[in-house]
């Protein structure tokens, strides 16, 4: 561990949540410190190995990817779309986990550049901190969802070309 004392935490460079100051691996283009990828990284492994925690796994994808948007690129570009896209099919269109995946899937097939979206001054209120303090599962579902609902308000600014995005996927 890095920093001056056990149990030391810095600000996520994405999210702003206090994570674990530690020295680990990031990935190539989502904004994230090392502390907080590792923190997510302990919920998917949570969420691939308990079925009642794995059905909450596509929000923690969305909600993470979107609320850790790195910096201007094709590929942190096509991320925010796809998981912004996936958030909006999950919290607005109320569409189910498998058939989101197959939407975003389509989405992204479909679209070769994609315009970097500006990110919010505010990531939003929850984090991935919040959902590894939840206790019981349905503290975590609600977790989750509160942490995914926070996200997608977080980019209000980008809704409306969203769900239009949404709309033609849904053929509405």
Known sequence: MTGSSVGATIACIGCGAHVPDVDGPTHAYIGASPGCWAVYGELLAGEYLDRDRGAMQRLTVDAYAAQ???????????????????????????QPADRTTALMARF????????????PASLGDRTVIDVRAAVGIDAYHQAVAEWAAAT?????????????????????
Do not use: F, M
């Not at 850790?68 to 690129?73: E, K, N, Q, R, T």
């Not at 097939?109 to 994609?114: A, C, M, Y």
């Not at 997608?152 to 509405?172: F, N, P």
């Open 152 to 172: 997608w308000v977080a980019w209000e600014s980008h809704h409306e070309t969203i769900r239009a995005e949404v709309v033609e996927l849904l053929g509405v």
């Open 68 to 94: 850790h948007p790195g910096v201007a690129g094709r590929q942190s570009s096509q991320s925010v779309w796809v998981h912004l896209v996936g958030l909006c099919l999950a919290l607005e269109a109320a």
């Open 108 to 119: 992204v097939g479909s679209r070769k550049d994609l315009p970097w979206l500006e990110p």
